[in-house]
């Protein structure tokens, strides 16, 4: 099955720097791959996905890169605000009615 | 529109007891799924259901049993709760399981 791997575990910056996390998988036959923020005390919620056939997207201070030959994404932050602190998760899936599979998160804090 | 909602919030269960964790969603969707979540492990998948009707199990199905009761409502029960299954539980639905939308969890001790 799928697997997907997440680093770092945990993450500091300082506010207004930025903040990366990196994922793998082993399923060339993933397409889909979202990303969940989880604030404390709360369910995951989706902030961005991307598909295999795009290799780059952005939402204002966030954008996820995709490298279907090496089999990893990322996550890239810009701007970091206190309200980014959280767990992040990234995930991967075949889409359709394929279950997803996720990371084991990444808490990013961000300093004032 | 509620999304997807859980009950109960908290729960604490002694070993050998049983309980129904309960969720329900109002967007309609065909996918519903049961999560557990543990430090250092992520989620992990306990069972799912693709459609009304149909059941199947995840990643971690042992000690569980599920029920998809309507489009809305997908229940998980613990028939004999053990202190193994300590963990947050998370509901979620999804129009086509792709993109999942989460309930806020049910925390869940087993003295």
């Known amino acids: 099955g799928e697997n997907v791997e997440q680093h770092p575990s945990t993450l500091s910056v300082q506010e207004g720097d930025s903040a990366v996390i990196k994922c793998t998988y082993s399923?060339?036959?993933?397409?889909?791959f979202p990303w969940y923020k989880q604030e404390l005390g709360k369910g995951p919620q989706l902030i961005i996905d991307i598909r295999s056939n795009v290799g780059e997207k952005k939402d204002q201070r966030i954008a996820v890169t995709l490298n279907k030959t090496a089999k990893h994404f990322s996550l890239h932050i810009t701007e970091t605000q206190p309200e980014d602190s959280a767990v992040y998760f990234c995930?991967?899936?075949?889409?359709?009615?394929?279950?997803?599979?996720f990371g084991i998160g990444t808490k990013l804090q961000v300093i004032p | 529109n509620a999304g997807v909602t859980q009950t109960p919030k908290f729960q604490v269960l002694k070993t050998g007891q049983s309980m129904t964790l309960q969720c329900a969603q109002d967007?309609?969707?065909?996918?519903m799924y049961w999560y557990r979540q543990d430090p250092g492990m992520g989620l992990r998948l306990i069972y799912y259901?693709?459609?009304?009707?149909?059941?199947d199990k995840g990643e971690v199905p042992n000690g569980y049993n599920v029920s998809r009761l309507n489009k809305r409502e997908f229940s998980l029960r613990l028939e004999s709760a053990a202190p193994s299954q300590t963990s947050v539980y998370f509901c979620?639905?999804?129009?086509?399981?792709?993109?999942?939308?989460f309930g806020p969890g049910t925390r869940l001790t087993v003295l």
């Open positions: 399923d060339s036959a993933s397409n889909y």
């Open positions: 979620a639905s999804s129009p086509n399981s792709d993109t999942q939308y």
């Open positions: 995930a991967a899936s075949k889409g359709g009615y394929q279950k997803v599979t």
């Open positions: 967007m309609n969707h065909n996918s």
């Open positions: 259901s693709a459609s009304e009707g149909t059941t």
